[in-house]
């Protein structure tokens, strides 16, 4: 194995509150906070690098107090920043509402990293061994269109994960089709395929070269390769926060790819992996290599 795992997902602070449930339009619900952590693409990086690959940042971080924390974090996870923090400038921040029955919901002000220069991105000569990953918060941001030039101009080789994520309705339908059909892997969950108009809609919209992983929570995935559609169960798990699932699920897949897996094993493991995450409070808990092996074997 000699490919990177080479994330261009931004990477921000998030602040996790409990909740008993959301509150109405001026209301307030009384819950508990935990301590902020590193989120966003941190979550798809720690995923990754624990499955025993190189992982690397490529999007900016601030040198203001959240962005060095973020730093500190991805340093013990073993990832590797490819760029110089932004001096002036801080990352910006989530804060992510967890209610009892697991679900989240998020509430985001992004920082440096929603405007990613060129020059920026150049910086990192991607090989065509390497794995990249797109999260359509970047391609929301300000910085959308330049990061989606610079995926158009990578190795023909080199494959893209492209992860539209919860703000899939707020992408330019440009932006979106084109970094869709650049994409070796297109991977959503129930809500982001409802908002594209469902599978056939989505097949439709990026052509016929991505695999499409069509994320169905504990129901597991439904993976459409064009000409055929495989469902892949999950393991049953008693779910405590979903927070991280599917950035645990993109990750370990990206990693699993890397090892050389094809992409039906590389889905299956995803899928014990998001569920073990869903067992534990927290934005960042996806398993290490040796807890996702040890499972396994159970």
């Not at 990477?11 to 109405?24: I, Q």
């Not at 990026?206 to 597991?220: A, E, N, S, Y």
């Amino acid at each position: 194995m000699t490919g990177r795992f080479i994330s261009t997902g931004s990477v921000l602070v998030d602040l996790p509150l409990a909740m008993p449930h959301l509150p109405e339009r001026g209301g307030d619900v009384l819950g508990s906070a935990q301590a902020p952590t590193p989120g966003g693409g941190f979550n798809v990086l720690a995923a990754a690098a624990r499955q025993q690959v190189t992982a690397a940042l490529l999007s900016p971080i601030g040198d203001g107090p959240q962005g060095r924390s973020c730093v500190a974090a991805l340093a013990e996870e073993g990832v590797e920043v490819l760029l110089p923090l932004v001096a002036g400038r801080d990352t910006g921040l989530c804060v992510t509402v967890t209610e009892p029955d697991g679900e989240r919901t998020f509430l985001t002000a992004p920082g440096v990293e929603d405007s990613p220069t060129r020059a920026q991105l150049d910086s990192a000569a991607v090989s065509p061994d390497d794995v990249v990953y797109v999260s359509g918060y970047d391609l929301a941001y300000p910085g959308g269109a330049v990061l989606t030039a610079w995926i158009a101009d990578l190795p023909p080789e080199a494959r893209v994960i492209f992860d539209p994520g919860p703000l899939v309705g707020e992408i330019s339908s440009e932006l979106l089709v084109a970094v869709g059909k650049r994409s070796d892997v297109l991977t959503l969950n129930e809500q982001e395929t409802a908002v594209l108009g469902g599978a056939s809609a989505i097949r439709a919209l990026v052509g016929v070269r991505p695999v499409i992983l069509f994320r169905d929570g504990p129901q597991g995935c439904l993976v459409d390769e064009g000409t055929t559609r495989t469902h892949i169960s999950a393991p049953a798990v008693h779910a405590i926060d979903s927070t991280g699932a599917g950035d645990a699920h993109t990750g370990v897949l990206a990693a699993e790819l890397l090892h050389g897996l094809p992409i039906h094993e590389a889905v299956r493991r995803a899928n014990t992996a998001a569920a073990l995450t869903v067992t534990k409070a927290g934005p960042a808990t996806s398993p290490t290599r040796e807890e996702l092996e040890a499972d396994r074997k159970s």
